[in-house]
């Protein structure tokens, strides 16, 4: 569901491996998803603009077993805490493909709501498919309305 195709996929090697935590491990806004002690995906914040307040998330759940099951949901809800919270971000998008119902639905139950399509974005295993750009404001996330929070904010709340 990364966008890419079959064959370009190559087997995971030590050093492909070692390399990938240490990127994870050097990008600010990026955590492994561990489950019962065992990597389980990655969830991270791309593209922070602090002066905009917002970013992009990506996440992977690399155990086609553990799809399903909430950890993805759970990972998700963890990361906005933080994003709306310590972080200050007023707005997080997301991009899927178009295809992968389960991720749709996932980020659906979490807040986010489609904003747009990109129409055969990319293509992946010999055909074209769109790009489905979902976002999430602060204050949907919060569940009030913008005018709320300016009432809230004349009130000491941030």
């Known amino acids: 569901m990364f ?3 079959k064959e370009d996929v190559r087997p995971i090697t030590r050093e492909r491996a070692a390399a990938w935590v240490r990127n994870l491990g050097e990008h600010p806004h990026a955590w492994i998803i561990e489950i019962q002690g065992a990597c389980a995906g990655e969830i991270r914040l791309d593209r922070v603009v602090q002066h905009d307040r917002h970013a992009s998330m990506a996440i992977g759940i690399y155990d086609s077993a553990l799809l399903g099951r909430g950890f993805g949901s759970e990972a998700i809800d963890l990361l906005h805490k933080h994003a709306f919270g310590s972080m200050g971000l007023h707005r997080i998008g997301v991009r899927v493909l178009s295809y992968n119902k389960r991720a749709i639905r996932a980020y659906e139950k979490s807040g986010f709501v489609v904003e747009g399509r990109e129409r055969e974005a990319a293509f992946v295993n010999g ?5 489905v750009m979902m976002g999430l404001l602060h204050h949907e996330f919060l569940g009030k309305s913008p005018a709320n929070l300016l009432s ?4 000491g709340y941030n």
């Open 3 to 5: 966008a890419a195709s």
């Open 127 to 131: 055909a074209w498919h769109d790009d």
């Open 152 to 155: 809230d904010r004349s009130s």
